[in-house]
């Protein structure tokens, strides 16, 4: 994220808008876990997945210790035990629960944690009202957007939890996660040129966007539109899973070992293709861009098409001629610094650069993002064989 002593950042909300688009932002994790039942909060069914009641205190926690804690001098913790439980990765910060063991927290309770996050959502708003400094108001604008961040992962990670208990059961009946696009495909041909990528705006990003720069780029025809699930299931038919050839020699160990032959909540019912969703089982859209695949998988669909996926450059330069923001879709670049990249000093600076290793890029936002968070310039980032995000593709000719 933009820091205040490696990057200029500028402020582009009044005092009175950062504090609605903070409440709002508050308000809308604890709408997103409304429709869950008590036993739902404390569930994790594998690592990536962390049990929603996490997410609710995580993000409490981030605003209680980078911000209440150094600038709001009679401020009190809420409890001495939270910041071990609810710190995620931040190693400068001290000790914590290892990831695999957030689902064994029973303790504290559910509804200590609501009382946690009323505590320092109050104890905040009046720190916003009664602060004029620049620097408080950048880092609460990093905590609204890092729990923005959360409520795209609290959505997943409520699928994934649901998805895989044998009941099925939905989540709600009015949660849309398969639009299906209107126009036709077509190729749309970016002439060879050099182009500027990164973020020029002034308002508010993360680090791993700066470092604005030209690249050259070759012509290259993108599609318009992403693949869908009839387009997906002819390389499922035609034994795209069983095509040695069609993959990366990781990704045959992976998809060999685990038994991968679908798309994750795929599933085949008196001869008929299903997909979980979060109103529950449904017979598979055809129509609906697919989701839920890996770059392994992307990566295998485009050879078999004997295409490509873009880099994230070629995708950055194009977006603006396509709709995006339905899945978040992986592209052939590894996430990688910028030129000049410099990490936010201090624990801050664990946020993005510490991951600049083994992953891939993602681009666009999906069904899950929430509102005033993504833009063209917004670099996602997961390991090569995740899919339990809203992961989808597009193709690329040469």
Request: proline share 5%; net charge negative.
């Amino acid at each position: 994220m933009c820091s205040k002593n490696e990057y200029t950042f500028f402020m582009t909300l009044t005092d009175d808008n950062l504090l609605t688009f903070f409440l709002h932002t508050r308000s809308h994790s604890e709408e997103i876990c409304a429709p869950l039942q008590i036993e739902d909060y404390v569930v994790q069914p594998i690592i990536d997945v962390s049990p929603p009641k996490w997410h609710l205190g995580h993000t409490t926690w981030f605003f209680e210790e980078f911000i209440l804690t150094k600038y709001f001098p009679e401020y009190k913790r809420f409890h001495a035990d939270f910041s071990f439980v609810f710190n995620s990765y931040y190693e400068s910060m001290g000790k914590r629960v290892i990831r695999t063991n957030r689902g064994n927290l029973s303790r504290p309770t559910v509804s200590e944690v609501y009382e946690y996050r009323d505590y320092v959502t109050s104890h905040m708003q009046v720190l916003l009202e009664k602060s004029e400094s620049i620097e408080i108001h950048k880092l609460i604008e990093v905590g609204i957007h890092h729990e923005k961040q959360h409520q795209e992962l609290l959505l997943t990670d409520i699928k994934y939890i649901l998805g895989n208990n044998p009941l099925l059961p939905k989540y709600n009946d009015t949660f849309a996660e398969n639009p299906v696009t209107g126009p036709s495909l077509r190729y749309i041909t970016i002439d060879e040129g050099v182009y500027d990528i990164g973020y020029h705006a002034k308002d508010f990003c993360y680090d791993n966007e700066l470092g604005a720069h030209k690249v050259f780029l070759n012509q290259y025809s993108i599609a318009n539109k992403l693949v869908t699930n009839k387009e997906y299931l002819e390389f499922v038919t035609d034994g795209g899973y069983s095509n040695s050839l069609l993959w990366h020699s990781d990704a045959w160990d992976w998809i060999t070992t685990n038994n991968i032959r679908l798309p994750l909540y795929w599933c085949i019912i008196k001869e008929q293709y299903h997909q979980y969703t979060l109103r529950g089982l449904e017979f598979l859209n055809m129509d609906a861009p697919v989701t839920h695949i890996s770059y392994y998988e992307a990566f295998a669909y485009s050879q078999w098409k004997g295409e490509r996926l873009p880099t994230e450059f070629e995708w950055e330069v194009a977006q603006q001629y396509f709709e995006w923001g339905i899945r978040w879709e992986w592209t052939e670049s590894s996430y990688l610094p910028y030129p000049g990249y410099k990490k936010a000093s201090g624990a801050l600076g664990e946020y993005n650069g510490k991951f600049m290793v083994n992953q891939k890029v993602l681009r666009g936002g999906s069904v899950a993002t929430p509102n005033n968070h993504t833009r063209p310039t917004y670099r996602n980032f997961f390991n090569p064989q995740l899919r339990w995000q809203f992961n989808g593709l597009r193709l690329v000719k040469s």
